[in-house]
C-alpha cells in the first residue's frame, strides 16, 4: 500500500480549489474488475453549486460553531460576524520608469475584544476587500482559540509584485501605509507579513510609521520585524513548522489508512515559497521523500526524490521552478541538475549596487550576502555597525554609522 502526501501552501484565501490550503492524500488504485453497471436509470440527483465566496464560509463556520454554544442570541451573531471597521484606499505611485499608477488597498478591523487587531499585510493581484474582511475574521478567532491576547485584522494591497522592482515596492508600501494614517498603531492595529511580504516590507512599515510618530517607541506597531530591529528567531519558519506539525498530528490520529508518521512516506509541495521551502525541508528531515514541487511558473518531480539543496539554490539565484521533471543527479555535480531544472527569470540582486535607499533593513540584507559571499569579511565590526545605525536612528542622531557602513561595502564589493 502506498499514498503520497499532497500539501498546498498557496494563499489563506477561499479561491478556486488551486489556492486552497490543504493535506490530500492519494489512496492506491483500485483493482480491475467488471465494469460497474450502467444500464439502469440514471438516479442521481444534481447538487446544488457549492457556494465559494468567502463571506459565505465565514458565516457558515460561524453558525457551526454557536450551534454547540447554549444562550447565546442573535445579536451576538452578528457583532462577531461583523468587522469593526474597513478602510479602502486609492492612492497613486510613481513607478522606476516615471509613470503614474494608481493602487487599491484594504485594511479590515475585524474586532478588539481581546486586544488590538492583529493580522498580515498582503500583496497580490486578486486582493479584493471581501477576502481581506474573512481572513480578518479568521485571525480574531485564531487568536481567541489558542489564547493570544490579540483581535482580528487583516490588509492587502491589489498588485503584482513579480512585476515590481523593489523600489516600486518600497515607495507603494509607504504609501499605502501613509494613507491608513493612525488607523494602525501598536494599541489599535498591528500588521504582520503575509502572502509575498516579508520583513523588508515590515521595516518598510514601521520606518514609514516612525517618521510620522516621532519621539515614541513605535516598534511595537508590527510583528515579523528583521531580528536586528527586534524580531523574534524562527518567525519566518513558523508557519512551514505548523504544517509539519498539523500533518504529523493527523498521521498520529490514524486518519490515513495504513500510515501513522512521515517516515517513508512520499510527499508532493504544491506551493514553493517561504511557507513551501520551510516545510518540504522538515519533511525530509522527518523521513518523508519530497517527490515533486511546484510555484507559480510549474513544477518539478522526480520519482527518487528531489534535492531539496540543488533546488534552493537555484531559486536563491533569482530563478523559479520549471515544469519539467528534474533530471537525475550526478554525484560528482549536483549543482547541475537544480540548474537544469529552472528557468531564470531575473537576475540576482548585487548586494550593494542594486539597493539604493537608506533603510536599516537594506543594509541587514546586504551584509548577509555579503558574509556568505566573502567569509573573512570582518563581520563583527559590519554587524556593530548595524547596532549603532539603529541607535542613531532611535535618537534622531546623524546617520554616521550608516555612512561606515557603505564605505565598507564599497570597498570590498565588485562594481561601482
Known amino acids: ?46 447538487q446544488p453549486e457549492e457556494n465559494l465566496e468567502p463571506l459565505h464560509i465565514s458565516e457558515q463556520r460561524l453558525e457551526r460553531a454557536m450551534a454547540h454554544l447554549d444562550g447565546i442570541s442573535r445579536d451576538l451573531f452578528a457583532f462577531l460576524h461583523t468587522p469593526k471597521r474597513t478602510i479602502s484606499v486609492f492612492f497613486p505611485v510613481q513607478m522606476d520608469d516615471s509613470s503614474v499608477r494608481i493602487f487599491e488597498g484594504h485594511r479590515v478591523l475585524h474586532n478588539r475584544v481581546l486586544g488590538a487587531g492583529k493580522g498580515g499585510i498582503r500583496y497580490h493581484p486578486a486582493v479584493t476587500v471581501d477576502e481581506v474582511r474573512f481572513l480578518a475574521t479568521l485571525m480574531t478567532w485564531k487568536c481567541a482559540l489558542i489564547g493570544v491576547p490579540f483581535g482580528g485584522a487583516k490588509g492587502g494591497v491589489a498588485c503584482d509584485v513579480k512585476s515590481l522592482s523593489r523600489e516600486d515596492l518600497r515607495r507603494t508600501t509607504r504609501r499605502f501605509i501613509a494613507e491608513l494614517g493612525d488607523n494602525i498603531g501598536p494599541h489599535t492595529d498591528i500588521p504582520a507579513p503575509d502572502l509575498y511580504t516579508d520583513e523588508q516590507t515590515i521595516a518598510w512599515i514601521y520606518d514609514t510609521y516612525d517618521a510620522m510618530h516621532p519621539g515614541r517607541n513605535n516598534l511595537p506597531v508590527v510583528t515579523g520585524k528583521p531580528l536586528d530591529m527586534g524580531g523574534s528567531a524562527g518567525r519566518v519558519e513558523a508557519t512551514g513548522r505548523g504544517v509539519l506539525y498539523a500533518t504529523e498530528r493527523t498521521l498520529s490520529q490514524k486518519l490515513v489508512a495504513g500510515r501513522t508518521s512521515l517516515k517513508g512516506a512520499r510527499v508532493v509541495i504544491q506551493g514553493f515559497g517561504n511557507v513551501g521551502a520551510v516545510a518540504a525541508r522538515l519533511f525530509r528531515d522527518h523521513g518523508a521523500v519530497v517527490v515533486a514541487i511546484s510555484d507559480s511558473q510549474g513544477g518539478i518531480f522526480r520519482e527518487q526524490g528531489i534535492d531539496l539543496v540543488a533546488v534552493g539554490q537555484t531559486r536563491g539565484d533569482g530563478q523559479e521552478v520549471a515544469l519539467r521533471e528534474e533530471p537525475e543527479v550526478d554525484p560528482a555535480r549536483p549543482d547541475v541538475a537544480g ?78
Request: proline share 14%; no cysteine.
Open 1 to 46: 500500500m502506498w499514498h503520497t502526501l499532497t500539501i498546498r501552501l498557496m494563499s489563506q484565501a477561499v479561491r478556486p480549489p488551486q489556492h486552497h490550503t490543504a493535506a490530500i492524500v492519494r489512496s492506491p488504485p483500485p483493482t480491475r474488475g467488471a465494469p460497474p453497471d450502467m444500464t439502469g436509470p440514471d438516479t442521481t440527483t444534481q
Open 339 to 416: 540548474q537544469e531544472a529552472g528557468t531564470v527569470r531575473q537576475p540576482p540582486l548585487h548586494p550593494f549596487r542594486d539597493r539604493p535607499g537608506g533603510d536599516v533593513v537594506d543594509v541587514h540584507h546586504a551584509l548577509t550576502e555579503l558574509l556568505a559571499a566573502h567569509p573573512t569579511a570582518d563581520a563583527q565590526h559590519l554587524r556593530a555597525l548595524i547596532r549603532n545605525a539603529h541607535k542613531e536612528k532611535e535618537q534622531n542622531k546623524p546617520p554616521k554609522s550608516f555612512r561606515e557602513i557603505f564605505q565598507v561595502l564599497r570597498e570590498i564589493m565588485p562594481g561601482p
